[in-house]
């Protein structure tokens, strides 16, 4: 039996020890008040198994007083957890001190008793047939008023539990009563041990088992009742329709807002009837999570429902049932419809947009390839002179009327948008063109700007669409080129485009056939244009620019084979060029020890369509051993709109990894504020258009302004494009612009001439 009791106590100190790792991961002042418990635990039943298992008298009454020094000590331990627990922690420092001290000089008695024998003695006494060990006899006054102490403490332990019994919620009175009755076992035992004069001490043991109860009820158990209870009032106040069904189709269960959808259900056959319109013939055991849309029409108005189906299986995998959930999802709809019509239609004149445009009359071809039709593109000479003559209240005026008129005459099967500031076109069959309505609008339109010293003219470019899948951004350029074509005759109004035009696009297929050579031979160069501080006016980092030297043409401008190669998707190889050169300069520049200095890339919408901007940006960081942080990615708020959900996703994605997010052109775009609510960015870079007129002008002073406020608020570094002059500069660093960029600095320049610039050794 001894050996027995020893191998228990090394097997509960163990599993004590175990415990007390789990509750590693517990930081709250309730866990730290256990894990003391545990400790004092182990202590106390290696003790007592100490002073059972040793043949010397010394050194098993040593043991055993030190036992029951260590169980005043864990007594003490259990109520403070008991306090945390039942949050009932007294915050009185004297009942404390008073405690402690009390059980401290009761742990010297117990030990100095080694030697006086003033509390107990220790005696070889018979535990079985030929089993005999020390244990504890002739048991003083002294040793008592231990005990009583010891129960006193208990008394204060049970009492926190009852009183928490009577006052709290039924679904958690039974982990209080289980706890009360486990501790209240542990001073029975003991009890029990003193009454019987049983040999063996198994107080511990008990208190072990109470300690597991109380780590269950402290970190497992959640009660049933209050679960079930709080997942049906969740569930019933949900604003999302719930109905549940059995595998028999009968109604098990459904919300408020199921009847506020679906009206109130007087019967099972009102239930049954929803299911059997929504599964109909149906085998619903084989059926899949499905999803549909409704428009419903509720006491008045209208709504736009999203109903779910899901099944439920049981542990056998068996079909048990399904349930159905109903969304209002009206307001997000109409709010992505909101979000798209603004995203493709021109704020100024509620026409399409040029990217509106594009796709209509992409969808409008494909539909109907074999109709003939023409590109007709107006464009108002000069407009600018408009603006300055007669305001740009007059122009506005004007755009607006072009957009009324070309509505009003609109020939069936035929798309309108307005392509940029004064360019608009039609999308048009051949047959229903009629060139006297247009001569009509240009009249009038003409009329509403003139005077001794202007007269406004508007031409019109014209092309026949032959091959149906070319990009209509491409029909459009063709159109435009017509009107390029006769830019200098004034009294040709229309303009038809014709084979004599295909030298420029000849010129596009040679930059597009010479393209993977010059890639290859190196012909495009990185160049960086600076960015200063407005604070310090010191070199911040560049932006990359990437610049054509031909060897037989020279440098050939960026807005030859830019826009070209966006619209022929070569753009993405050329930007992962230069985003490589860009990480192998800053290579560089970090072995010779320069830092603080980034580059900002571009980054094409294009670009998402045919990489992965997420995959390629986080290699090139890593191949080339450079921080994220060094390399900004900026690209434009139109961009981040064609594909809001996307490209929103991988933007975050990067921002998560560590690079900076700018974006470009801000204020040249239709959705600017939009963009801003819904993308977290790092830098806001203003279009240069701002220090245009903007900055001269009440109105315009007081729009910038504001940008830059509301970009601090947002916690966004600004950078403004397009500087050149010093009274933009002193204007811009008044307002609290971060960061300049323009030609007044430095035009851009190769990365040995910018080195050679800003000293960069």
């Not at 049906?232 to 109604?251: H, K, M, T």
């Not at 259900?265 to 149906?282: A, C, L, P, V």
């Not at 009327?401 to 392509?419: C, I, N, Q």
């Amino acid at each position: 039996m001894v050996n027995g009791f020893v191998i228990l106590s090394g097997i509960l100190v163990v599993i004590l020890f175990v415990s007390l790792l789990y509750l590693r991961k517990h930081k709250t002042e309730l866990s730290h008040s256990l894990k003391v418990a545990y400790i004092l635990g182990m202590l106390s039943v290696l003790l007592n198994a100490v002073s059972v298992f040793v043949s010397d008298q010394t050194i098993a009454a040593l043991t055993y007083g030190l036992y029951l020094a260590s169980n005043n000590w864990l007594t003490i331990a259990v109520l403070v957890f008991s306090q945390y627990y039942a949050d009932k922690v007294n915050k009185k420092n004297s009942i404390k001190i008073i405690i402690s001290a009390i059980a401290g000089i009761d742990s010297i008695s117990l030990i100095v008793n080694n030697w006086t024998h003033h509390m107990f003695e220790m005696k070889w006494t018979r535990v079985a047939e030929g089993e005999y060990c020390y244990s504890a006899t002739s048991f003083t006054v002294i040793y008592y008023l231990h005990l009583l102490f010891v129960y006193i403490i208990g008394a204060m332990i049970l009492s926190i539990f009852v009183y928490k019994i009577f006052n709290t919620v039924s679904v958690y009175r039974r982990k209080y009563s289980t706890l009360l009755i486990g501790l209240a076992s542990v001073f029975l035992a003991n009890s029990l041990y003193k009454i019987l004069h049983f040999p063996l001490d198994i107080t511990s043991i008990t208190y072990f088992v109470v300690v597991l109860i109380i780590s269950y009820f402290t970190f497992i158990y959640v009660p049933t009742g209050m679960l079930v209870n709080g997942l049906a009032n969740a569930v019933r106040g949900l604003d999302d329709s719930i109905i549940c069904f059995d595998v028999d189709g009968e109604c098990l269960y459904y919300n408020t807002a199921f009847e506020k959808y679906f009206g109130l259900i007087n019967s099972q056959e009102d239930t049954s009837t929803f299911y059997k319109e929504w599964i109909g013939e149906k085998d619903v055991t084989g059926l899949q999570k499905t999803v549909w849309r409704d428009e419903k029409t509720i006491d008045g108005q209208e709504y736009i429902l999203e109903t779910s189906f899901s099944p439920m299986y049981g542990k056998k995998n068996e079909y048990i049932g399904c349930y159905f959930v109903t969304k209002d999802i009206t307001t997000s709809v109409n709010k992505l419809k909101s979000e798209r019509f603004r995203a493709f239609h021109d704020p100024l004149t509620g026409s399409l947009n040029r990217l509106g445009f594009f796709e209509e009359v992409r969808n409008l071809i494909d539909r109907a390839p074999d109709i003939k039709r023409y590109m007709v593109v107006s464009d108002i000479r000069n407009f600018k002179l408009v603006n300055e003559l007669f305001g740009t209240n007059r122009g506005d005026s004007i755009l607006i009327r072009t957009a009324e008129l070309m509505k009003k005459y609109l020939a069936p099967d035929s798309v309108f948008g307005r392509l940029s500031a004064d360019k608009f076109a039609v999308c048009v069959p051949i047959e229903e063109f009629d060139i006297g309505v247009m001569n009509c609008i240009i009249g009038e339109l003409a009329n509403m700007a003139k005077n001794s010293v202007y007269k406004m003219h508007i031409h019109l470019g014209i092309y026949e669409i032959k091959d149906v899948a070319m990009d209509v951004s491409l029909m459009c350029d063709k159109a435009i080129m017509a009107i390029e074509k006769n830019k200098d005759n004034y009294e040709m109004t229309v303009c038809y485009y014709d084979d004599a035009m295909t030298a420029e696009l000849q010129n596009q297929n040679i930059l597009i056939n010479e393209f993977e050579g010059a890639l290859a031979d190196g012909q495009f160069k990185m160049f960086l244009q600076p960015q200063i501080s407005t604070v310090e006016h010191k070199l911040l980092g560049g932006e990359a620019l990437v610049r054509w030297i031909h060897p037989e043409r020279g440098m050939i401008s960026p807005g030859e084979f830019i826009p070209l190669f966006e619209r022929t998707g070569y753009i993405y190889r050329l930007d992962k060029y230069i985003w490589e050169q860009a990480c192998i300069q800053l290579k560089k520049w970090k072995e010779r020890g320069v830092k603080d200095l980034y580059i900002s890339v571009n980054i094409s919408p294009k670009d998402f369509y045919y990489i992965d901007i997420y995959t390629t940006f986080t290699e090139l960081v890593e191949k080339y051993d450079i921080s994220p942080d060094e390399l900004k990615l900026e690209i434009t708020e139109t961009a981040i709109i064609t594909n809001a959900c996307k490209m929103l996703q991988v933007l975050e994605q990067l921002r998560s990894y560590g690079f900076s997010i700018a974006i470009d052109d801000f204020g040249s775009g239709y959705s600017s504020l939009n963009t801003l609510k819904d993308m977290k960015v790092d830098e806001l870079k203003l279009d240069k258009g701002f220090l245009g007129e903007t900055m001269y002008s009440n109105r315009g002073k007081i729009i910038l302004n504001s940008v830059v406020a509301m970009s601090k608020e947002l916690s966004m570094v600004t950078v403004t494009e397009g500087v050149e002059t010093k009274e933009q500069i002193q204007y811009l660093t008044g307002v609290g612009c971060d960061i300049l960029q323009g030609f007044y600095f430095s035009k851009p320049i190769p990365v040995d001439e910018f080195e050679e610039k800003y000293n960069i050794l």
